[in-house]
C-alpha cells in the first residue's frame, strides 16, 4: 500500500546572521520517512532538533528549501495550499495561544468549515456533534476561551481540527501545556477519536511516556537528522543509537526502587549549535561511544531488524 | 534544619496555602508535589518572604536555626537569603541580569555575603562555575545569559545560590524548562550536593518521575493544603490519599497496554476561590461522600505515613 505522507530528503535550512558573519541554520537536514493511514508516528528529540520544523515543513508553514514531501500521492509545493487544507490539521501544544480569545468556542470550530464553504446550518449541526464527539456540554458553544479550563481548551482545539475530517493530525505537544491530572484526559480523548475516525497522526512529543503509550512507530531526531526509527517496542525496548538510549536512560521513570537500579547515562555539554557544515555524525561531540570514522563522515540510517534503522557507525558495524 | 508550622497564605483575603507544615532534616530530600494552584510555589517563595506583593502570610511560622523567619524584618531576612539559605527558580534566563557577565553575578552574591575583595569574588565564582559542571569556566564567566544555553544559565543560577554555602537550597520546578538528557545533568548535580556538602534540598516539582530520583520524602499537596506526605518509597508503593493514587494511576508507563485507554480524574484543577469546603479535592473524588464535607485532618496512616482523607482504608481500591 502506497503511504499517506511520504517524505524524502527533507531539508529546512535559514540564512542568519551570527556573531558579525553570515550562517546556515540547518534546522531540518535530510530528514526521510513514511506514514501510512491510520498510522501514529513519533517524533521525539530536544530542542532544536528539528522535529517541530519538520512539522511545519509538511503543513507548509514553513519553507523547505530541499527534498519532497508526497501526500496522498501528489507531491507538495511550498505553497500548495489546496493540496493540503483540510486533509491536514494541527493541534500544538497550548490551546490559550491556538483559540481566539474574543471569538466563541462555536465560531472557532465552526470557522474552517466556514472557510470551505459549509453553509451555516450545515455548520451548527457539525459543531453540535463534534463538541459531542469531544466530551464538551452544548452549553459550551457559547462560552469565550476564557471561561474554559486547559484541558476544555484543548477538547476544542482538537473539535475544530478534526471538523473537516482530516487524514492527517500533526499533534504537536499536545498535552505538554496541562496539568498532570488531566493529560490522561486528552491522551485518552486523542486515542479514542483515532480509532473511531481512523486519521494517521505525526505525534511530536519529548514525553516519552506518552510516545511509548500511543504511538506505533518513532523517529528520534538529533539536530536536525534522524538518528533512530522503528516500532516503538524495537526502540524503547532496544534503544541502539547512543543517544537514543541516553535520551531513554534520562527520563526518570515515576518508580523509585526501580529509578535507584536503573543504568542512567549522562551526557556532557549540550548539543552543538545547528549553525554550519557539519562533516561528520551530528552526535558526535557528545557521544561516549564515538570512533574516528564518525568525524569523517556522516552514518547513513542502516537497518538493524525488518522494522528498525540506526544511523551509528559503531552500533551498524558487522 | 528547616520547619514550616501551619503556614497559611491569603491572597485578597482569599487563602492560597492553608495549615500547611514542613519539616526538612540535615541532608534531606524533601519534594513538594501538586499542580499548578496548588499552593507549592507561594509555600516556597514564602520561607524567604519572596511571595507576590499581594500575598500575606495569615498565620504560621517558619523556624530556622532557631529563629522565626516570618518574624524576621526584612533587612535580617536579606542576610539569610543567598546565604544559609537560597533559592533557583524555573525560569533561569529571566531570573539571571541580561546585562551583567554571569560570573559577575555569581561573584556578587558573594560580595554581599562575606568581606571578600572583588578579585576573590572572581576567582570563587570561577571555581564554582567550574563545580557546577561548566566547561571553560574562565571564559563563560564572562559572557552574557544570551550567550549560554538554557541549561548552562540554569548551572549560573545554580552557582549562584551555592556559593555563599547555604545550608538550605530551595528549588523550585529547577529543571521543568530544560531538556531531558540536560535535566539529567542538573538532578545529578542537585544529588551531589547534597552528598558531598550535605546541602538540605527543597524540591518543588510536579513530576512524579523527578520526585522518584530525588527525594527521600514527599508532601503532595492539592487546594493549597498538604494532603499526604510520607518517604517516597511509601508515596509510590501504597498512596493513601485518593488523590495520591489516582495521579499515579494516571501516568503511562512500561506497565501499562499500549494503546489501552489510561486512568484519568475526572474534572479540572479548580483555582483558589473555586475549592469546594471540606476536603477539597471532593468534587473530583470518587470515594467522595456526606462526611467529606469536614474537612479531614493529616492522620497517621503508619510510621511516617500521613493522609488527610476520612477513606485512606479504601483508597487501595482506586487503582
Known amino acids: ?318 | 534544619m528547616l520547619r514550616v508550622v501551619d503556614l497559611t497564605v491569603t491572597i485578597g483575603g482569599q487563602s492560597v496555602v492553608e495549615g500547611v507544615s514542613l519539616s526538612l532534616g540535615k541532608r534531606e530530600i524533601l519534594a513538594v508535589v501538586g499542580e499548578s494552584g496548588c499552593g507549592k510555589s507561594i509555600t516556597a517563595l514564602s520561607i524567604l518572604g519572596l511571595q507576590p506583593n499581594a500575598a500575606r502570610i495569615a498565620n504560621g511560622r517558619i523556624e530556622f536555626d532557631g529563629e522565626d523567619l516570618v518574624a524576621m524584618g526584612e533587612s535580617r531576612l536579606r542576610v539569610v537569603r543567598g546565604d544559609r539559605i537560597s533559592m533557583i527558580f524555573q525560569e533561569p534566563v529571566i531570573s539571571l541580569n541580561p546585562l551583567m557577565p554571569v560570573g559577575v553575578q555569581v561573584a556578587e552574591v558573594l560580595r554581599v555575603h562575606r568581606d571578600v575583595s572583588s578579585r576573590e569574588a572572581a576567582r570563587e565564582a570561577v571555581e564554582m562555575l567550574r563545580l557546577v559542571g561548566i566547561a571553560d569556566p574562565e571564559r563563560r564567566a564572562g559572557q552574557f545569559p544570551f550567550e549560554l544555553s538554557g541549561g548552562m544559565c540554569q548551572r549560573i543560577m545554580i552557582a549562584a545560590a551555592l556559593i555563599a554555602r547555604p545550608a538550605v537550597l530551595i528549588a523550585d520546578e529547577p529543571t521543568t524548562a530544560l531538556d531531558v538528557t540536560i535535566q539529567a545533568q542538573i538532578l545529578h548535580l542537585l544529588q551531589r550536593l547534597r552528598d558531598e556538602a550535605g546541602t538540605t534540598i527543597l524540591l518543588i516539582t510536579h513530576d512524579m518521575g523527578v520526585v522518584a530520583e530525588m527525594a527521600d520524602r514527599v508532601a503532595v499537596m492539592y487546594g493549597g493544603r498538604i494532603v499526604e506526605t510520607a518517604s517516597v518509597d511509601a508515596i509510590f508503593a501504597a498512596p493513601a490519599h485518593p488523590y495520591t493514587r489516582l495521579l499515579l494511576a494516571t501516568l503511562p508507563g512500561v506497565t501499562t497496554i499500549r494503546r489501552a485507554p489510561l486512568r484519568t480524574i475526572a474534572g479540572n484543577v479548580p483555582g483558589s476561590g473555586e475549592w469546594p469546603d471540606g476536603c477539597r479535592f471532593r468534587t473530583r473524588c470518587p470515594l467522595a461522600d456526606g462526611l467529606c464535607r469536614e474537612t479531614p485532618l493529616l492522620t497517621r496512616v503508619s510510621a511516617a505515613h500521613r493522609a488527610a482523607c476520612w477513606h485512606t482504608d479504601r483508597a487501595a481500591a482506586l487503582a
Open chain 1, 1 to 318: 500500500m502506497d503511504p499517506l505522507l511520504s517524505v524524502r530528503n527533507l531539508c529546512v535550512h535559514y540564512a542568519v546572521r551570527h556573531g558579525g558573519r553570515d550562517g546556515v541554520v540547518q534546522a531540518v537536514d535530510g530528514v526521510s520517512f513514511d506514514l501510512a493511514a491510520g498510522e501514529t508516528l513519533a517524533i521525539v528529540g530536544e530542542s532544536g532538533c528539528g522535529k517541530s520544523s519538520t512539522a511545519y515543513a509538511i503543513l507548509g508553514l514553513e519553507r523547505a528549501t530541499a527534498g519532497t514531501i508526497e501526500f496522498e500521492g501528489k507531491a507538495l509545493g511550498n505553497a500548495d495550499e489546496r493540496g493540503r487544507s483540510g486533509a491536514m490539521q494541527i493541534v500544538s501544544q497550548d490551546p490559550s495561544a491556538a483559540l481566539d480569545p474574543r471569538m466563541r468556542v462555536s465560531d472557532s470550530i465552526a470557522e474552517p468549515l466556514a472557510i470551505s464553504g459549509v453553509r451555516p446550518i450545515l455548520r451548527r449541526a457539525r459543531v453540535a456533534e463534534l463538541l459531542e464527539l469531544v466530551g464538551l456540554p452544548p452549553s459550551s458553544a457559547a462560552r469565550y476561551p476564557g471561561e474554559l479550563s486547559g484541558g476544555q481548551r484543548q477538547r476544542v482545539v482538537i473539535a475544530r481540527a478534526l471538523a473537516r475530517s482530516p487524514k492527517l493530525l500533526i499533534c504537536d505537544e499536545p498535552v505538554s501545556a496541562l496539568d498532570v491530572s488531566i493529560r490522561s484526559q486528552i491522551l485518552n480523548l486523542f486515542m479514542r477519536m483515532q480509532s473511531e475516525l481512523g486519521f494517521a497522526s505525526l505525534f511530536i512529543s519529548h514525553d516519552l511516556s506518552v510516545v511509548r503509550h500511543v504511538a506505533d512507530r518513532v523517529v528520534v531526531m538529533y539536530l536536525g537528522t534522524i538518528v533512530e526509527e522503528g516500532d516503538v517496542s524495537a526502540v524503547f525496548d532496544a534503544p541502539t543509537h547512543p543517544y537514543t538510549e541516553a535520551l531513554i536512560s534520562a527520563v526518570p521513570i515515576p518508580n523509585p526502587v526501580a529509578q535507584r537500579t536503573r543504568r542512567k547515562i549522562i551526557l556532557a555539554g549540550d548539543p552543538p549549535s545547528p549553525i554550519g557544515d557539519r562533516p561528520g555524525c551530528p552526535f558526535m561531540p557528545r557521544c561516549p561511544i564515538q570512533v574516528e570514522r564518525c568525524a569523517a563522515s556522516r552514518p547513513p540510517l542502516l537497518g538493524v531488524r525488518s522494522t528498525h534503522r540506526v544511523a551509528c557507525f559503531v552500533r551498524t558495524a558487522p
